[in-house]
């Protein structure tokens, strides 16, 4: 298949892997990884969005990443926060629009300032969708919308029957952004490691060796290419006449 036939997936979803793997292979500390990472993280926006894919999802801290030595994640946090309010011009200049998905509690304030500040001055943009996840966990995402769908059922705004799949992402920290089409994760573990499990049911894995710091466009062609082998059924057949 040629690249001009090739179909662009609306929705690409990274776990950012391999950041320690990369620095430890180089003699360098897991925090220089980390730094590799963010510029890694820059190159794919711009790659992704001159390829017309229309929302990434990015896995930057989970709920988990918390139990990690405590320097390394004041780095993280460092390092996330000053990316975002650095990058927040070439964020608007380029039209995207960015959303954070996770938790607000344990999170300190010049985070969620940034998180905050960034969501506000990006929510006029029109371009690529940015969904953000930091302190974010999948299985913590549903426990929250099941909370609030099982409060408004209590105060009697919702009926219980009426409750579906759509109810469900309806409570998702982002209902605005569509499921997941392809999801990316550098460093080779086959494993979801609990990002957004309810929005991958029906996402094309594409796992890659290479780590996420010397991640380029030229891995993002290939997961795009190889998506376009796939055969998408949702559940369904194919049926060959
Ligand atoms: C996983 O690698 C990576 C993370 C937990 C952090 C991801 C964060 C970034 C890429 C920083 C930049 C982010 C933004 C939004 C600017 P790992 O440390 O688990 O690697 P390992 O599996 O090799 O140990």
Not at 150 to 162: F, H, N
Request: aromatic letters at 8%.
């Amino acid at each position: 298949m040629s690249e001009t036939e090739m179909v662009i997936p609306r929705h690409v979803a990274v776990i950012m892997d391999g950041n320690g793997r990369w620095a430890l292979e180089r003699g360098l500390k897991r925090t220089e990884g980390h730094r590799e990472g963010r510029k890694a993280t820059q190159r794919f926006m711009r790659e992704a969005d001159a390829r017309g894919i229309g929302y990434v999802s990015l896995y930057a801290f989970s709920t988990e990443n918390w139990s990690r030595p405590e320097p390394e994640v004041e780095a993280l946090m460092g390092l996330i926060e000053s990316a975002l309010v650095a990058e927040l011009e070439e964020l608007c200049r380029n039209d995207v629009r960015m959303y954070w998905s996770g938790r607000r509690e344990g999170l300190p304030a010049p985070m969620l300032r940034a998180l905050d500040g960034a969501v506000a001055a990006t929510a006029d943009n029109r371009g690529m969708v940015l969904n953000l996840c930091v302190n974010y966990g999948g299985q913590i995402e549903i426990v929250d919308a099941t909370k609030e769908i099982a409060r408004k059922a209590v105060a009697g705004e919702l009926d219980v029957e009426e409750i579906g799949p759509e109810t469900v992402q309806q409570h998702l920290y982002v209902p605005e952004v569509p499921p997941v089409d392809l999801l990316i994760r550098p460093g080779g573990d086959l494993r979801i490691s609990n990002f957004l499990l309810w929005q991958t049911a029906y996402a094309e894995f594409y796992v890659m060796p290479d780590y996420w710091p010397s991640f380029t466009g030229e891995h993002l062609d290939a997961a795009i290419a190889d998506y376009n082998r796939r055969q998408r059924r949702f559940g369904g057949l194919v049926l060959v006449e």
